[in-house]
């Protein structure tokens, strides 16, 4: 199942509402020979995770089908780029990260049991099943919180932000399961960022429109860090673009703090995508604010949303300390009450 993005969490006695978990979407079908693992692309994934398929075999009964989501933690909670590492790793590194970063699976739907299908029946249900099920399963095999109260809901999307969560879902209680549907709602966090813009990709090799502006922040040292891009951009914006960064470019190279990460367009570096979108450096003078969803490590994980200039803001005030990020200390108060635990 599927979900749309609404700006607020819906409200009335039909839903029922879950933290959205920032992990990898797995179904885990539990045969007579083991446990499957698979992603939304029905690509498998038991090969990167070989400590959660044992959990899996041990804990689950033969004939059940799970939804839910793979996580990783970290010391300061969830950790999304020990997961994505996790998918990207060559097969002899595997078994060295499912020991260092082991990782855990939150269940948050029922689809199948005693080998029959429950996806017709209502998600109050399921759920009822699904708690059935899981009474006795212990980490790193876990059972999503869930409420009908809107006003905890709320608190959780406040509270969550940082944690690894982000955002809440809010799930029809009398709906069926219904693959590739977008019967659900999610309201995720969005935060802003001010940011330094140092360059730029060109949109095509005919140099007439902006791809994507080249965003930095400053350490605690006063050296400026790429920290991703901002794009999306309407057709008239990306052209204007263009005339906007133009008295930037001039004398660009002279002082750059990225000057030993310039690439031609034929060679390959951090901002090089190939000669249709090779990298431009522009004095990091402006700044921009922009809004993003998620962190990876220091960086903005996605793309990021342009939403206007700051002409007002020095290039310099725009530092890391104004990207949101929880402290272990809230993460434990937030996640222990969830989640059960060895």
């Known amino acids: 199942m599927l979900a749309k993005v609404a700006l607020e969490l819906p409200a009335g006695e039909g839903f029922v509402y879950e933290p959205k978990w920032d992990g990898l979407r797995a179904l885990v079908f539990r045969t007579a020979e083991g446990a499957v693992i698979q992603g ?3 690509k498998g994934l038991n090969r990167y995770f070989p400590e959660l398929e044992k959990v899996l075999v041990d804990q689950l009964p033969r004939g059940c089908t799970l939804d839910g989501e793979i996580v990783v933690s970290g010391a300061q ?13 060559a097969a002899s590194l595997i078994g060295f990260l499912a020991k260092k970063t082991p990782s855990a699976f939150v269940a948050f739907d029922l689809l199948a049991a005693g080998g029959r299908s429950t996806m017709a029946l209502p998600l109050r249900e399921r759920r009822a099943r699904l708690e059935r099920l899981l009474a006795a399963a212990n980490a790193p095999l876990h059972i999503t919180p869930q409420t009908t109260d809107r006003a905890v809901a709320l608190d959780w999307l406040q509270r969550f932000q940082g ?26 966090h969005a935060h802003t960022a001010d940011c330094v813009v140092a360059g730029f990709h060109w949109h095509t090799d005919r140099q007439e429109a902006v791809g994507s502006l080249l965003l930095g922040l400053y350490d605690a040292d006063g050296t400026l860090h790429p920290v991703g891009t901002a794009s999306s951009f309407s057709v008239e914006m ?4 263009v ?11 002279e002082g750059h703090p990225w000057r030993d990460q310039i690439q031609s367009a034929e060679e390959k570096g951090p901002w ?4 249709a979108q090779r990298w431009e450096p ?26 206007a200039w700051r002409p007002d803001k020095p290039a310099r005030d725009c530092g890391f300390e104004q990207l949101a990020v929880a402290t272990p200390a809230e993460l434990a108060q937030v996640l222990t009450p969830w989640v059960k635990r060895d």
């Open 272 to 275: 090089s995508v190939g000669k």
């Open 163 to 188: 944690a690894g969560l982000d955002g809440v879902m809010a799930k029809p209680a009398d709906a069926a399961y219904q693959p590739a549907k977008r019967t659900q709602f999610k309201v995720k």
């Open 243 to 253: 005339a906007e960064l133009a008295p930037l470019r001039e004398n660009a190279l």
């Open 77 to 89: 909670g969830l950790d999304p780029e020990a997961l994505q590492k996790r998918i990207q790793m």
């Open 282 to 307: 522009v004095r990091a003078e402006r700044v921009c604010e922009v809004s993003y969803e998620h962190l990876l490590g220091r960086r903005f994980r996605d793309a990021t949303a342009f939403r």
């Open 238 to 241: 990306r052209r204007a673009l």
């Open 40 to 42: 939304r692309d029905g």
